[in-house]
């Protein structure tokens, strides 16, 4: 069952060959999306465009490592030259490669895990923005609050901010009693209920 018409849109899901990015690339198929199957293994992105055309959809496989522009770059091409318009773009694919506090992660770690789930992403959408004109009849917003921007991370403000919060002293939470739960002002009088003990 379709629970939305997806006909003749194109969609690029990153890292959709496994997980919930199949999950997605498969139900955008199914809602009759033209799917890009994108991830850094070619034969993995091959076995899910398999799997959405014996499930009678259409999807085609364009291996890319989001953390290089070229690779975006080249996914975005390869997108429209096959499907033409890119309509959807979701990107899923993203690296944790560091697990425990958050003051006291590597810096290249920190790099790497910004440079995928962050900058790849301001990339991606850059390079569609960049390559795609816009439809017939539609034009951008002039208005500074209306026109939509992206910000990016800077690493070396981060990590100042990260110093100065590991070098300052913890202050334990407020216990219960400093700060009594009161019921909202707009709560009923339950003293007359029938269910009041």
């Known amino acids: 069952m379709k629970h939305f018409d997806l006909s003749g ?23 009759g999306a033209k799917v890009v ?6 034969e993995a992105c091959e076995a899910v465009v398999a799997a959405i055309a014996k499930d009678g959809g259409t999807a085609i496989a364009v291996p890319c490592n989001v953390g290089y522009k070229d690779q975006l770059a080249t996914l975005v091409a390869e997108t429209r030259r096959q499907f033409g318009t890119i309509d959807i773009l979701i990107c899923n694919a993203a690296v944790n490669p560091y697990y425990g506090p958050l003051a006291e992660i590597p810096d290249e770690a920190y790099d790497r895990t910004m440079n995928s789930n962050a ?5 991606g959408a850059s390079t569609i923005s960049a390559s795609t004109a816009s439809p017939p009849g539609w034009s951008r917003p002039t208005s500074p609050a209306r026109s939509g921007r992206i910000r990016r991370s800077s690493s070396a403000a981060w990590r100042q901010r990260r110093s100065a919060a590991s070098a300052s002293p913890r202050t334990s939470p407020a216990s219960p009693s400093s700060s009594p739960r009161r019921p909202p002002a707009s709560s009923p009088d339950r003293s007359s209920s029938p269910m009041a003990a």
């Open 37 to 42: 199957v994108s991830s850094r293994k070619a």
């Open 9 to 31: 849109r194109t969609a690029i899901v990153t890292g959709s060959t496994r997980g919930i990015g199949r999950a997605i690339a498969e139900i955008l198929a199914r809602a």
């Open 119 to 123: 900058t790849s992403r301001s990339n």
